[in-house]
């Protein structure tokens, strides 16, 4: 390719998406390079790194244990393990291999958001998008955790560019293709499993009989692709668990005011009676479960008073990298660089929520002129101790365009995915990590304002 050509395609915007992958995996691999020796992994990030080292040796998803006694694990999802776990078998047990693997997730999501938001508008606005994703403090600094959140939002929306691709309603072959992506992204975070259907009716063609059957397909090939390993956890643990077996333990927290709508160990709550004898990890992610459902039935309404606490321990602090790193290493990220690393993340939240109200209050379609009022009277909650209201704004604003949002799925999609990640944290409990699973939902929602369009974005 001469250099005349190369200048065409450029502004011919044909290597944009290039242009945004290079610019966020260039990015990420910065961090990788300051983080490769100071970051070792924490949290579950510890758990992950150890699982990850057994499944690359060819041990599977076990963990050993002090007296030398080895069982298997369903704990935590298999997903992420499993994919560090094979970079460990190519490349070595080191860390960095990990954090590779998060900047080319990194890079892959970014350049999906690009391209769903180029089937929505000009290619300014789809470049704004890809770049917001590209260079967003919170996930490019949450790029040497060993965790799940920031890549399950990334690998969310890369399965919906594949399944909507450049046309509005998609064919059987990609349909099944994003189930399939799907189905990765519910091996690292089973509770977005929520979305299946969603895809499936959105990316059908118009008329209640053809979505519903294509939410039915898509969601059960997701599901058949999740089989083996439920018939694993079936055959290896003591009970049967979809995916993992954390689910009770997560809802009985989420039920305790111990916790005021957060994470609180266990030994805090208290181990409910029943089972103090049950020591099996499914078995006793049962017995949480059962002992969280019936406090939760026992007195409903100071279970939904908890609600708001959950939802601002989700969305009113932008700090997850912030707090990895620090508690990794300490003396490279102290309580100063602390500060100063969450304030940036914070920032970059707030402006990612501030741009998808401005995109939803602009966008085409019914009640502009309420959305654009609604808007202006939730964009300063970002400012005030319950920012969360702001977020929960996006999906409000959302609701306001009606029907019409179907003919946009691929914005529809990402607002399922605030929805589900608000309601899955209502129900349970919260925590700052949990918000980069919305990050490139709310870039391409971002990108949907009606101003003028510019130039279009061309199709490949």
Not at 280 to 287: F, H, S
Request: a positive charge.
């Amino acid at each position: 390719m001469n250099f005349a050509s190369l200048r065409r395609r450029l502004r011919e915007g044909k290597l944009d998406s290039w242009l945004v992958f290079g610019l966020a995996l260039g990015v990420r691999l910065i961090v990788v390079a300051f983080a490769w020796q100071r970051f070792p992994p924490v949290d579950d990030g510890a758990f992950c790194h150890v699982v990850a080292q057994r499944i690359a040796r060819g041990e599977g998803y076990t963990w050993l244990w002090p007296d030398g006694a080895v069982t298997h694990a369903a704990h935590y999802p298999v997903g992420y393990p499993a994919l560090v776990g094979l970079g460990y078998a190519l490349f070595g047990v080191a860390p960095g291999v990990a954090m590779l693997l998060n900047a080319l997730i990194g890079g892959a999501g970014s350049v999906a958001v690009h391209r769903l938001a180029s089937a929505e508008g000009s290619r300014r606005r789809a470049l704004i998008a890809g770049a917001l994703v590209a260079l967003s403090p919170g996930l490019v600094l949450y790029t040497p955790a060993l965790m799940t959140e920031a890549n399950a939002g990334l690998l969310l929306a890369v399965a919906a560019a594949v399944t909507f691709g450049n046309t509005p309603r998609a064919a059987w072959p990609r349909r099944l293709l994003g189930a399939a992506l799907l189905a990765g992204v519910v091996y690292l975070r089973p509770q977005l499993l929520l979305l299946a259907p969603v895809l499936g009716f959105l990316a059908a063609p118009a008329g209640a009989a053809a979505r519903l059957a294509s939410a039915l397909v898509v969601t059960a090939a997701c599901v058949a692709l999740c089989l083996p390993w439920t018939l694993r956890n079936c055959r290896k643990m003591d009970a049967c668990a979809f995916i993992s077996a954390n689910g009770g333990w997560n809802l009985f927290i989420g039920s305790s005011p111990a916790g005021e709508g957060g994470f609180a160990r266990i030994e805090r709550i208290g181990v409910p009676e029943a089972c103090k004898t049950v020591f099996g990890e499914a078995g006793k992610d049962r017995c949480f479960g059962n002992a969280g459902a019936q406090r939760i039935a026992a007195d409903p309404g100071a279970w939904l008073a908890l609600v708001p606490s959950k939802l601002g321990q989700t969305f009113n602090y932008g700090t997850a990298s912030a707090h990895y790193l620090s508690s990794s290493n300490g003396a490279v990220v102290g309580e100063t660089g602390k500060i100063a690393i969450g304030a940036l993340e914070l920032l970059g939240h707030r402006l990612f929520v501030l741009a998808a109200l401005f995109g939803l209050a602009r966008a085409e379609g019914p009640r502009r002129g309420v959305r654009s009022v609604l808007g202006a009277l939730f964009a300063p909650f970002l400012f005030l101790p319950a920012a969360w209201v702001a977020w929960v704004g996006v999906i409000a604003l959302a609701f306001l365009l009606g029907r019409t949002q179907l003919a946009r799925p691929r914005l529809c999609f990402a607002v399922a995915t605030l929805l589900a990640t608000a309601l899955i944290h209502a129900v349970f409990f919260g925590a700052a990590r949990y918000a980069l699973v919305c990050l490139p939902a709310l870039a391409l929602l971002a990108a949907c304002s009606s101003g003028p369009r510019g130039t279009p974005v061309p199709r490949y």
